[in-house]
């Protein structure tokens, strides 16, 4: 069955450390992925996405991840962290056969900031 | 240019009522998308509307449903509301189908 794994729940980190936020899959073909953030009360936005090419893709607000075809991963990354930051990530993937649209989403991770 | 717009953004409804929920894509996306974000289960998807026609469904019930006009916009309806439906409906548009989403702020149900 296709699923998206975020193994972190809740992360938190001190304002200007760096951050690293897990992400598995589990497909038949390599789909496409997706980060995206969400702050209370609020819809999602869009940080980053993979179609194809370079593995290491940049994103929105210094946000960046690396697609590990052999790990099925895609993890975010951020050098250093701003409270801002803290927020809900979830971590997306969609098939590569564009007539299947639909995004399947991991459960989420919570990441608090500490000043 | 504007973002995806839905309404209402708060609801309150009794069991066994219907809800309509709507949803205005960005200009020029045509594929709008579903979903339910619940605590328990997360983000899951509905369906998925493009050129009026719906191309995916998730695995809901019966009683949720959908539509898309000729603008792109698009309705989802509730019929026979439960306990269990009380949750942030999304939607999210892409200029295409498979292409990126962008999602509005959510409607936010609660069934009582």
Redesign the interface.
Known sequence: AQSVTQPDIHITVSEGASLELRCNYSYGATP?L?W?VQSPG?????LL?YFSGDTLVQGIKGFEAEFKRSQSSFNLRKPSVHWSDAAEY?C?V??P????????????TKLSVKP | KAGVTQTPRYLIKTRGQQVTLSCSPISGHRSVSWYQQTPGQGLQFLFEYFSETQRNKGNFPGRFSGRQFSNSRSEMNVSTLELGDSALYLCASSQRQGYEQYFGPGTRLTVT
């Open positions: 496409y997706f995206y609020q819809g999602l936005q869009l996405k979830f997306a969609a098939h056969d564009r007539s299947q649209g639909n995004l399947i989403f991991g459960k989420g």
